[in-house]
């Protein structure tokens, strides 16, 4: 069964464009047109990836996102945000709710299929570490591909599971955004660098853990984060 898609815009000529040029690399493809549709088909049809422009009529994408996120069945599913706003302001809205990456219009549609393989291969991979990671409070089991911190499960965004992941495996090392970028998602795009910030505020506040404990992600000031403490 080849992995299914949803793509959501209320655009009908640029669902067009991108379910060609992904039903061409051998996805199959769901379209939905408003966010009512949407919020259908995740629920009945669960989707692997979800590529959602934020204007929409009948829920917008912040609020299918936000629902995404806190609905149980729901939260793992990847987002990638489909959008004609391009002021940062709005990217980093997108990825603090969860979303796992932003594309603007106009796009090559080329860029969303190469974007959507990206995020796959970090959601559907087999995973790179065959164990559990300790570190403090926090255990990530990379085959069950979960996490808690003080016994306490902890849902994270594919995105934010890849980069957990680099810190737990190379604790107190000092990683610039971009070494971050390349070794937990494989790929990086212009303003890629500014996204990181987001993610790791949505991870520290997620663990919940308090400056100077093991597990803690700490600001490297001039280099970029780094997990403290001893595997």
């Known amino acids: 069964m080849s ?12 669902v067009r464009l991108v379910r060609s040029y992904l039903e061409q690399d051998g996805f199959t493809v769901l379209v939905a047109y408003d966010g009512e549709m949407a919020l259908h088909l995740l629920r009945s049809e669960r989707p692997d990836l979800l590529v959602l422009d934020l204007m929409l009529p009948r ?13 149980e069945h729901l939260a793992g599913t990847p987002i990638i945000m489909l959008t004609a706003r391009v002021e940062d302001a709005d990217r980093i809205e997108g ?28 959601t559907q991979g087999v995973p790179a570490t065959p164990h559990a990671l300790i570190l403090g409070q926090v255990r ?3 085959d069950q591909h979960n996490v808690t911190c003080d016994e306490r499960a902890i849902d994270l965004t594919p995105t934010e599971f890849a980069l957990l992941e680099t810190l737990l495996q190379n604790p ?4 610039t955004r971009l070494e971050l ?19 790791i505020k949505n ?23 780094r997990m403290v403490g001893e595997s």
Not at 95 to 122: C, H, Q, S, W
Not at 172 to 175: E, V
Not at 181 to 199: A, N, P, Q
């Open 203 to 225: 991870l520290r506040k997620k663990l919940g853990i308090e400056p100077n404990q093991p597990g803690y992600i700490e600001t490297v000031y001039g280099v970029g984060y």
């Open 172 to 175: 107190n090392r000092a990683f």
């Open 3 to 14: 992995t299914r898609i949803l793509v959501v815009d209320d655009d009908p000529q640029i």
């Open 140 to 142: 990530m089991d990379a």
């Open 95 to 122: 990825l603090d709710m969860g979303a796992d990456d932003y594309v603007t219009k106009p796009f090559n549609p080329r860029e969303i299929v190469a974007r959507v393989r990206a995020v796959l291969r970090r």
């Open 181 to 199: 970028i390349d070794s937990s998602l494989g790929y990086s795009y212009e303003g890629m660098e500014r996204t990181i910030d987001s993610h």
């Open 59 to 71: 829920r917008d994408g912040w609020e299918i996102t936000r629902i995404i996120r806190n609905d």
